[in-house]
């Protein structure tokens, strides 16, 4: 097949265009033709391809220069060409595609689940000279489709009834095929008209003038393409609603003393039910470390690819052949369901004894099923290591593979071991197939359950993984292991955090590409329309800790741009390295902080030196002080070792990781000693510095640095993009997030604009979510009553109500907050069940502590909070349903 491609687009000298043939399978290009150009304007490249009539190709256009690719299309939805005519040649005149305005209506959140519309193939037509429109019209709402009217008689004449039905043969794009040589006239006049399938709906028309198409000639036997600009419907922009839980808080009358795949589907049924259009949840891939409770934090995944496998809902398998042992485990399920909090490790414990039951009896014929061959085809690239991970971590009853006799690595020969059915190690680690192909199929169904009722599921992408995971196992050249990631202080903990995981070597992920990102998304995609991007701050720069700290205060941002002395002198700070760089200990800083005991932490932890003091070799480190302190719990020696801490990170500057000449200023040291010590000239030297260097040296960098990665990520899939964007944000992260589309995170009571206490509603940008609280965060019972000082002045100047506030918060304050919340301009107004909860006393768990689900500043909390509710109680309680439904409704969310 002949086929040429004419494109319209201004380079500048050196460059040139070429086109991408992709795989919209693979998402990747297969192969790249260069085009030619007279003019540095007009470009053209001619195809000849091995296609047919009834064939199709996607591709797209890029910008190179010396075979380097300087700019690409928006790469989300690509061009399509559909070969439907009978024609010998093929000529489309197209236009570059950069990322529109409303991108999120193309993500799969929009035309998979709100709009619910299903692309189909282009009928074949015979037509001597034929001619394609096509057209994106992203506007369209389920039930509606896209004709073209106009003044020929073969567009209708204008009469709706007789209007050209078109096709939406791609994500949000019409096409529509004419018989040319049939056309009358040359200069015809014409619209797009979006049309009901209900009975008695109205047409809705483009509200701009009539375009007029220009029918050039074309020869026999050959075919034209036009793309035409996007259609220009009357819609307001578009806002739902939704809850946000994890999984693992689910309860219904039949799960396992934990939420499962099963009450995710429950759940799906209470959002249709109450006109919520979106769930979100929090990380569902497994994070079994130790085989304990500390494995129930979400965001330590083992597995950026396995799921969890306490979310299997056993309801969805077959029952136990042996009937006493499926006995035992229905009564421990009600047992385990009746507990008002998730018992993780009786739970987990349970539910593999069960599995592993079940894959007794039943594997032989699982594993030999087309449906388990498929699923292992296409998913033993993670699938393998993931196993044999598994399979090693419980033989050597820890998953830290550094403490592995053997197998540090996963080499070629044992991954082809581990996937061959004829081996002793696939029967090993096979089990693990089995629980892989199970969750995967119930959380695919639970997906596809929710785009039938009309609901999205939003996703989390944890920042990190654990450096005891596949990933750190298997392909650690993208890791940098020895630092960890966390966050500077801020309002969850005045000490940072440190997460433990290690850091990305994103030197290393660009050279291929960001492929290890764009598997994660791809995998994610298949189970999710939308995604929450967690610290979103850590693609421009992350808080990396050294190995040896406990706390996040001797962290630095990486990448950034260190100081050199130089540097640091020209601020009138004279640099004075070992009185900067080292712990800043004296007898005055002792007395301070150790009172009586200051004696027994100089004889014990200190050697003198000179006027001041240093930690012995034995204590230098957070994590030596940390291991001398281990088992010790009392509260005096929970501050004698708090102290040492302090001790360690009092520093006024840190050296850079990788450059021993540079220097950062230390985050947050103002309330330290060495800063105290400081005249006071030297300390308004150093705030200009450090002013300067946490919010205006490192923005241009951090810009670019985030424009390298993000592009690649959020393109990689169609799902919509969110981003929490909490914390200290630097000035780029806007502009960053606004040239892509990403939908920030507002919380009314954290406002970004750092000249308000708390944020204005109305003032939030529409591509935002918004909420009350996150699963970080106190709930807004809590809230209220923590400081209720705050408390007061958001009752009178926000929700403008006179008098004293009201404790604990009453129902009818909690639904005058959601209200008001609903009624914002963001796009997403997110709250979390027991916020919804909240606003009916009946309804709501009587103590508002028991609802908070993580505390931040706790890294050893324990996440098992469960709603107190069952679904089926949720599902009856019509009172409440129906208030909900009506605060969305009355907002005008859909």
Not at 136 to 161: C, E, H, N, T, Y
Not at 212 to 238: H, K, R, Y
Not at 580 to 591: A, R, S
Not at 639 to 649: E, F, P, Q, T
């Amino acid at each position: 097949m002949n086929i040429e491609l004419r494109l319209s687009y201004r380079t500048k000298y050196g460059e040139t265009l070429v086109v991408d043939i992709t795989d919209s399978t693979a998402k990747k290009a297969v192969s790249r033709h260069a085009m030619s150009t007279l003019d540095g304007y007009n470009w053209a490249c001619k195809l000849d391809m091995p296609l047919s009539q009834g064939d199709s190709f996607e591709y797209h256009y890029a910008v190179v220069c010396d075979e380097k690719v300087l700019r690409t299309e928006w790469l989300v939805t690509p061009h399509r060409l559909d070969l439907a005519a009978k024609a010998d040649c093929y000529r489309v005149e197209d236009s570059w595609i950069d990322m529109p305005e409303d991108a999120h209506l193309y993500s799969s959140a929009f035309t998979d689940a709100v709009a619910g519309q299903q692309v189909t193939a282009c009928p074949q037509v015979d037509f001597s000279k034929a001619l394609c429109l096509k057209v994106r019209a992203p506007q369209l709402s389920k039930g509606q489709r896209l004709a073209l009217i106009g003044s020929d008689a073969s567009l209708g004449a204008w009469d709706v009834a007789d209007a050209l039905p078109m096709t939406e043969h791609s994500a949000n794009e019409w096409v529509a095929w004419l018989d040319a040589s049939a056309l009358a006239g040359n200069d015809i006049e014409f619209k797009f008209v979006a049309l009901s399938e209900e009975k008695d709906g109205m047409p809705m028309w483009e509200t701009c003038f009539n375009r007029t198409l220009f029918v050039p000639e074309i020869e026999d036997g050959c075919a034209l393409v036009l793309t035409l600009s996007q259609s220009a419907m009357p819609v307001c922009p578009w806002r739902g609603a939704g809850t946000v839980i994890p999984v693992f808080s689910l309860r219904s009358e039949g799960s396992f003393g934990v939420g499962d795949f099963g009450d995710l589907k429950m759940l799906v049924d209470w959002a249709a039910k109450t006109h919520q259009s979106i769930i979100q949840v929090l990380p569902i891939n497994d994070t079994t470390i130790t085989h304990t409770w500390q494995d129930s934090y979400p965001y330590n995944s083992i597995s950026i690819f396995a799921l969890h496998p306490q979310y299997t809902d056993l309801r969805q398998l077959p029952r136990l052949g042996d009937a006493e042992r499926q006995k035992h485990y229905d009564e421990l399920a009600k047992e385990l369901n009746a507990l008002p909090q998730i018992d993780y490790e009786r739970v987990n414990e349970a539910k593999i004894s069960f599995l592993k039951e079940l894959f007794a009896e039943t594997s032989k014929k699982v594993l030999k099923s087309k449906e388990f061959g498929t699923f292992f085809d296409a998913n033993k690239d993670w699938l393998v290591p993931y196993a044999a991970f598994c399979h090693f971590r419980d033989m050597y009853g820890t998953a830290q593979f550094n403490e592995w006799p053997d197998h540090h690595s996963l080499s070629d020969e044992e991954r082809e071991e581990f996937a061959n059915p004829a081996t002793r190690m696939y029967a090993e680690a096979s089990f693990w197939y089995f629980v892989q192909f199970n969750l995967d199929k119930q959380m695919r169904a639970a997906h596809e359950y929710a785009l039938a009722k009309g609901v999205i599921l939003k996703g989390d992408i944890p920042i990190g993984i654990s450096r005891e995971s596949v990933e750190a196992w298997v392909e650690p050249k993208y890791f940098n292991l020895n630092g960890q990631a966390g966050a500077p202080p801020d309002a969850f903990s005045t000490n940072g955090q440190n997460w433990g995981f290690p850091t990305y070597n994103w030197e290393e992920m660009m050279k291929d590409g960001c492929s290890w990102w764009v598997r994660r998304f791809s995998k994610m995609a298949q189970y999710f329309d939308a995604y929450r991007i967690d610290h979103v701050l850590g693609f421009f720069r992350i808080w990396e800790i050294p190995i040896n700290a406990v706390h996040g205060l001797l962290g630095q941002f990486s990448p950034s741009q260190g100081m050199t002395r130089e540097e640091i002198e020209s601020y009138g700070l004279w640099f004075q390295e070992d009185l900067f760089t080292k712990p800043f200990i004296t007898d005055w800083v002792l007395e301070r902080m150790f009172n009586e005991r200051a004696q027994h932490v100089k004889e014990m932890y200190l050697n003198r030196c000179g006027d001041r003091y240093e930690m012995k070799p034995e204590y230098d480190t957070q994590r030596k002080i940390e291991a001398a302190f281990h088992g010790k719990t009392s509260v005096e020696e929970t501050n004698l070792r708090n102290g040492l801490y302090a001790l360690i990170s009092d520093v006024l500057f840190l050296r850079d990781h990788k450059d021993a000449n540079l220097y950062h200023p230390r985050i947050a040291v103002q309330t330290d000693f060495i800063y105290e010590s400081l005249w006071d000239c030297d300390k308004a030297a150093f705030n200009r510095l450090y002013n300067d260097y946490f919010y205006r040296r490192n923005n241009d960098f951090w810009y670019h640095e985030a424009m390298k990665k993000l592009p690649k990520l959020t393109q990689a899939t169609r799902m919509l993009v969110c981003a929490e964007d909490l914390g200290m944000v630097p000035e780029c992260v806007a502009p960053v997030m606004n040239e892509l589309k990403i939908l920030s995170l507002e919380i009314q009571s954290m406002p970004k604009d750092p000249a308000v206490e708390f944020g204005y509603l109305s003032r939030n940008p529409y591509r935002s979510v918004c909420t009350i609280s996150t699963h970080d965060m106190s709930t807004l019972r809590q809230w209220w009553d923590e400081d209720t000082e705050r408390a007061q002045k958001f009752y009178n100047t926000m929700l403008q109500h006179g008098g004293a506030a009201p404790h604990p918060l009453p129902g009818w304050l909690a639904n005058d907050i959601v209200a008001r919340h609903l009624h914002s301009s963001s796009m997403l107004c997110l709250l979390s069940l027991q916020d919804w909860l909240a606003i009916d006393e009946g309804q709501r768990l009587a103590d508002a502590d028991a609802e908070r689900i993580n505390i931040p500043a706790n890294p050893r909390h324990y996440w098992r909070y469960r709603m107190h509710l069952t679904l089926e109680q949720l599902m009856a309680a019509e009172e409440f349903n129906n208030r909900i439904s009506s605060l969305i409704m009355v907002s005008g969310r859909q």
